[in-house]
């Protein structure tokens, strides 16, 4: 069994910054690509950002140039810098990871953590 383990969401005001962390744990043997998605209020889940295992990243355009996705291989962790937060930011965020696992190829989720923007 494979399990993504986030932290680090919370309330912060708008212009400030927080940093989720995401782990994977359980028989994954080789982490792909991992990455972010939130699901603001009343919307559909979207893409944050994404990093591959050869280090490419995707950023949805509303947080390129103030988010920063990074991971940690030997780890499984993967990290998501939020800089300049603004109240548009507000949803759950949850952690993805794909990868070989000992029952093939397969993609998991995170429970989600709670990102709250204040004006």
């Known amino acids: 069994q494979v399990q993504l383990v986030e932290s680090g969401g919370g309330l912060v005001q708008a212009g400030g910054s927080l940093r989720l962390s995401c782990a994977a744990s359980g028989s994954i043997f080789s982490v792909n690509v991992m990455g972010w998605y939130r699901q603001p209020p009343g919307k559909q889940r979207e893409l944050v950002a994404v990093?591959?295992?050869?280090?490419?990243?995707n950023y949805h355009d509303s947080v390129k140039g103030r988010f920063v996705i990074s991971r940690d291989d030997a780890k499984n962790a993967v990290y998501l810098q939020m800089n300049s937060l603004k109240p548009e930011d507000t949803a759950v965020y949850s952690c993805y990871a794909d990868g070989t696992t000992a029952w093939g190829f397969r993609n998991y989720w995170g429970q989600g953590t709670q990102v709250t923007v204040s004006s």
């Open positions: 990093i591959t295992s050869g280090g490419r990243t």
